[in-house]
C-alpha cells in the first residue's frame, strides 16, 4: 500500500523518480492514467487496479457511454516500467492533462499513486475543509 508523499523534478526527457517507498507495492505491471475523479493529476495504479476500475465502468453504463469514457482514459494511459533509477516516463499527452512542468507532487492513497502539478496540489490542499475533515473522521469512530 503506497504511503507518503514527496516532491521531485520532471527532468526534459519526462522522467520522475517514484521513490522506492511509493512504488514498492506497486509491482512489476503498473498503468499511468488520469484521475478517474474530476481532479486534475495522474494515477498509478497497479494493472490488477486499473483492470478492476475499468471492469466498474464496463458494468455501470451503457456500451456507448462505456466506450466515451474508455476513450478518455486510455488516450492518456501507458504501462511504463520503471528503470534502474527508480524513473517513469510520463508522455507529452499525460504532462498536459496534468499541467506538469519541472517539478511534481507524488502522494501515496491506499491503492494507487497521484502524481500532481505543485502549484495545484497547493490550491487542493489549502482548500481543505476543516469541518468537513472532523465529520468524516467522527463517522469512522
Not at 7 to 32: M, Q, T, W
Not at 42 to 68: G, M, P, R
Not at 75 to 81: D, F, I, L, N, W
Request: glycine share 4%; hydrophobic share 35%; with cysteine.
Amino acid at each position: 500500500m503506497p504511503m507518503g508523499s514527496a516532491e521531485h523534478n520532471i527532468d526534459p526527457k519526462g522522467r520522475l523518480f517514484i521513490p522506492a517507498k511509493l512504488r514498492s507495492g506497486l509491482g512489476e505491471s503498473f498503468v499511468v492514467s488520469r484521475s478517474m475523479d474530476i481532479r486534475p493529476c495522474l494515477c498509478i495504479y497497479t494493472a490488477e487496479e486499473f483492470d478492476e476500475l475499468i471492469a466498474k465502468i464496463k458494468q455501470s453504463h451503457s456500451l456507448v457511454e462505456s466506450n466515451y469514457l474508455l476513450e478518455i482514459i486510455y488516450k492518456v494511459s501507458t504501462q511504463p516500467g520503471c528503470d534502474a533509477q527508480g524513473r517513469i516516463t510520463l508522455n507529452q499527452p499525460q504532462r498536459k492533462y496534468a499541467d506538469l512542468k519541472d517539478t511534481a507532487y507524488i502522494i501515496g492513497i491506499d491503492r494507487h499513486i497521484e502524481i500532481w502539478n505543485i502549484e495545484k496540489w497547493e490550491l487542493e490542499s489549502a482548500e481543505d475543509d476543516q469541518d468537513k475533515i472532523l465529520r468524516l473522521f467522527s463517522e469512522v469512530r
